[in-house]
């Protein structure tokens, strides 16, 4: 942990590589500057680049813990830049590209690409019974309770903290990941969704889904929107097993 000391000279060691730049290899860069109070890796990061080297790569859009487009490795941990606090850090902070998804260059990762592939292999839309959509058609209301359930799930922000830290992911390409499960724990919660829990079961019942978990719950500690992993995969996989044992 930091002192209170709010001037100090951060030391941030970058990995830097371009894979798109013939000849670039994998590398170090340090850079200082000086510790301001309140200031984000984000805000580091944007300094950086505004005064010392533009060339440095990393992505954000809303600063603001939203869009988890700032996911990256802090001191090999998972985690957003606009919500690491430096003060919380020591001194000399090491950052890299979070793993499994494709690398951009230096810190910026395709998460968008992977996360688009899982949504399509699990179908991730409300599948109603009507073929066609009939725009007049009033929805029921509902369930206060069961509406805040279907909100809890509903607030990832597809930041790939949770892929970057599971070890399935890791040796699994086809796996689905925490931010996967927890979009099928949150369609099934949905009435408005007609699929039964077979055509679930289909989708994550392998060890692709819900049986290659390895239970290490590593996701459930990186996850920079506290959503309850943990309980939602294990709970997935009680009904799984309930499922295969009635087919």
Known sequence: ??????????????????????????????????????????IALSEIREKQD???????VCRAGICGSCGMMINGRPGLACRTVTKDLEADISLAPLP?????GDLSVNSGKWMRGMS???????????KAIDLKRIEEPMDPALAEAVYELDRCIECGCCVASCGTARMRQDFVGAVGLNKIARF???????RADADFYELVGDDNGVFGCMSLLACHDVCPKNLPLQTQIAFLRRKMVVQGTQG
């Open 1 to 42: 942990m930091a002192d209170n000391d709010s001037h100090r000279k951060l030391r941030i060691h970058a990995l830097r590589y371009n894979p798109a730049k013939a000849g670039d290899t994998p590398r170090i860069q340090t850079y200082e500057l000086e510790e301001a109070p309140g200031m984000t890796l984000f």
């Open 54 to 60: 533009p060339s440095l790569q990393f992505d954000f």
């Open 100 to 104: 499994v998804f494709e690398l951009i």
């Open 120 to 130: 399509e292999k699990l179908e991730t839309w409300v599948h109603a019974q009507e």
């Open 188 to 194: 099934r919660l949905d009435p408005r969704d007609k």
